[in-house]
Every structure is written in structure tokens, then in C-alpha cells.
């Protein structure tokens, strides 16, 4: 029995996990026009899962990340992701090595005893792939943070924010919810909870797209330094008003906060499915959902 362990474990120590996040060009040590942090983040989670379970060797994912496309919309967040994020596993010149001169194989071939890397990519079941892992990823994904990725968001009470995340940017038309739908919903809870809630937008649009909502009371606009600060500040909102975007989904499935959805092209979020509300228009049902989280 002990041989075999032994066996085991020298096995698991030729077994490496590469979490491959999207770009045009992925060098090991920085990606040219790569996806954003929250696609990037069902990777990073889904390759952390398979290393730990296994006692394979996770290898860092590379997350900065070079881009021209926020420069040119004028968008506050650059997404090069530099210094926001904690090296964890292999990295350095180490992690190069193991990537170029190290063959690829299938978890079966790892389990089958079968030294080299696997590659991880691809946005898998999306959240559904994570779920019963929920506890453990926001465990994971706090430990990666650096200290000042952190610092900006711990100043902050957040029991009486209700946190609104547009997306619009690079996004396609036919993924965007109009500014209308969420002016509707933020009228709907100051008419019903007067001033009880103080309302936080989280968007990589101007301003003059976000005016109608600007300009309602308790409203304001905030960034608090990169994309991952603004995760973790959306998650840690008492209610979230979101959008068909995968950076809604990171918010809500970290603190689990319930959220409404103006739609949603992805599967469950949420451990508890009745705190997730995707608009069907009905009104009623609205309003009864955000009574049952504002009282």
C-alpha cells in the first residue's frame, strides 16, 4: 500500500495543468488581444479544480494581457490585467519550460500514469461546471488577489448597495440591454424603498450612454481600479441588477448575491435558482422578486 502511494505521487509530480486563457497569440508570458478577466476566470477555475483534486501541478495562467480595443473606446479599465493577480504554481522560466518542451496529454492519459502537460481552455459549462464548487473557488480566487487589488473594495459598506452592471464596450448589439430596461427597474425600487438603497453602476460605457440613469437619485457611477476589484465590489452588493454578461455572473456566483438578469445566455449561477430573476415581463413577478430581497 505504501509502494503504491509512493507510485502515485511520483506520478502526480510529472503531471502538469495549464489553464490556456483566449488571445489571438498566447505566449506563456503575456497574450496579444486576449478575452476579458471573467471568460479568462472559468479556466483558471476549472484547470485549479482538476490540479487539486488530482495533486497534479497547476502551472500560472498567463493573465497580462496587451490590447488596443479600450484605448480606443476610451474605456476606464485597459484590461491588461498587470499586477492585479498573484502568481500561483509554476511560473517564471519554469512554467516556459514545462510549455514548450513538455508534451500534451489527455487527463486520461495522466491518469493512466502518463507524464506531461494538459491543457485547459474553453468557457466549458460555464458555471455549471463550478457550482458544487462554489465555497472552495471563492477561496481560490481570493488567494490570488493581491493586496491592493483588495484595498480599494474593504473601505466600503456594502449592506445597503444595490449594484447595477451595463455592459456595453465591445459588446454586440444583440447582447446589450438597453439603458430603458434598467432605468425601469431602479424607479421601481426607490418608488417602493424610498431612500433605504444607494445604487452603484458598474459599466465600461461613458457616460452620455449612462446619463438617464446618472441623473436618478442614490445613483452613482463608481470603478474601483481594474476589472477584478469591480467583481469583487458588485459581488459584495446587497442586490444585483445585471446584464447578459459573464462578469454579472462572477459577481453573483462569488457571495452567491441574488440578481436580476435582463436576460442570460448562460445556465444557473446561483446555488439556490430562486435568487436568480431573468425577465420574462411580467411586472409583478418583478416587483414581488425585488420586495422579497429589499425588505
Known amino acids: 500500500m505504501i509502494e503504491l502511494q509512493s507510485i502515485i505521487k511520483r506520478s502526480c509530480k510529472n503531471v502538469f495543468v495549464y489553464p490556456k486563457l483566449p488571445a489571438v497569440y498566447n505566449l506563456g508570458f503575456i497574450r496579444y488581444r486576449g478575452s476579458g478577466l471573467a471568460n479568462c476566470l472559468f479556466i483558471a477555475a476549472r484547470a485549479y479544480l482538476l490540479a487539486h483534486r488530482n495533486e497534479w501541478n497547476l502551472i500560472n495562467p498567463t ?18 490585467y498587470f499586477g492585479i493577480l498573484k502568481k500561483t504554481g509554476i511560473s517564471g522560466l519554469l512554467k516556459l519550460y514545462y510549455l514548450f518542451f513538455t508534451p500534451t496529454i489527455t487527463i486520461e492519459d ?4 502518463k507524464k506531461g502537460k494538459i491543457i485547459i481552455d474553453g468557457l466549458g459549462n460555464y458555471f455549471e461546471d463550478l457550482i458544487d464548487e462554489q ?21 466600503i459598506d456594502f449592506k445597503n448597495i444595490i449594484g447595477i452592471h451595463i455592459r456595453l464596450g465591445d459588446y454586440p448589439a444583440e447582447f446589450r440591454t438597453s439603458i430603458i430596461w434598467y432605468e425601469k427597474v431602479v424607479k421601481e425600487i426607490i418608488a417602493n424603498h424610498a431612500s433605504n438603497y444607494k445604487f452603484f453602476i458598474f459599466s465600461d460605457g461613458h457616460d ?10 442614490q445613483v452613482e457611477r463608481v470603478f474601483f481600479g481594474n476589472a477584478i476589484s469591480d467583481i469583487i465590489a458588485l459581488s459584495k452588493c446587497k442586490l444585483i441588477i445585471g446584464s447578459d454578461s459573464t462578469f454579472t455572473g462572477w459577481a453573483a456566483f462569488l457571495d452567491q448575491a441574488p440578481t436580476v438578469f435582463p436576460k442570460k445566455h448562460f445556465g444557473k449561477v446561483l446555488i439556490n435558482h430562486d435568487h436568480e430573476f431573468i425577465e420574462d415581463g411580467d411586472s409583478e413577478k418583478l416587483k414581488k422578486f425585488l420586495h422579497t430581497y429589499l425588505t
Open 208 to 217: 452620455n450612454e449612462l446619463q438617464e440613469l446618472l441623473l436618478l437619485p
Open 135 to 155: 465555497k472552495k473557488l471563492k477561496v481560490f480566487i481570493y488567494s490570488i488577489l493581491q493586496n491592493k487589488t483588495l484595498s480599494s473594495v474593504e473601505h
Open 110 to 113: 495522466a491518469i493512466n500514469g
Open 63 to 80: 493573465w497580462n494581457n496587451l490590447v488596443l480595443g479600450p484605448y480606443l473606446r476610451y474605456e476606464r479599465d485597459k484590461r491588461h
